[in-house]
């Protein structure tokens, strides 16, 4: 057993398959080791209904997507580093919502890459978190 913890699970499904994912995390006691990241508001009651302290991360493909998971049981609420605005993590940490930031840009092929600038605009508007391929460079980028 790993001693790695939390385990983000990034699920590209919805529906009723999050219900048997979140029952067998439940069933094996992991659910405070894990946060399952769904791409769907309405996934977050069907996730909360098989494991009620399993923690959820809005995975939205869209901006659009937004104010329904806002108004959702989600723990956190993840945004491209493009959606970031003051305004949008105010609104996350109103809602009682963690606010964690996807660094890069998919359509660019750079998921996970940002430059320390971002970085230190994303703490000082108070985004709770990061997603970035590099933490050891992260940790000493914000550590400065």
């Known amino acids: 057993r790993s001693e790695v913890r939390p385990l983000l699970l990034h699920c590209k499904?919805?529906?009723e398959r999050?219900?048997?994912l979140a029952s067998r995390i439940r069933a094996r006691g992991e659910a405070e080791n894990c946060v399952l990241g769904v791409p769907d508001?309405?996934?977050v009651d069907i996730v909360r209904a098989a494991c009620p302290g399993l923690r959820v991360l809005a995975f939205m493909p869209e901006l659009n997507r937004l104010d329904g998971f806002l108004r959702s049981r989600a723990s956190f609420i993840r945004l491209w580093e493009e959606w970031v605005t003051?305004?949008?993590v105010r609104a996350a940490h109103d809602a009682g919502k963690a606010l964690?930031?996807?660094a890069g840009r998919p359509e660019e092929g750079s998921v996970g890459c940002t430059t320390a600038?971002?970085?230190r605009s994303w703490r000082d508007m108070g985004a709770d978190g990061v997603l970035v391929n590099d933490v050891?460079?992260?940790l000493e980028v914000l550590s400065e």
């Open 18 to 20: 999050l219900a048997d």
């Open 86 to 88: 003051a305004e949008r």
């Open 136 to 138: 050891a460079w992260a």
């Open 100 to 102: 964690w930031v996807m």
């Open 117 to 119: 600038g971002a970085l």
């Open 41 to 43: 508001a309405a996934d």
């Open 13 to 15: 499904f919805t529906g």
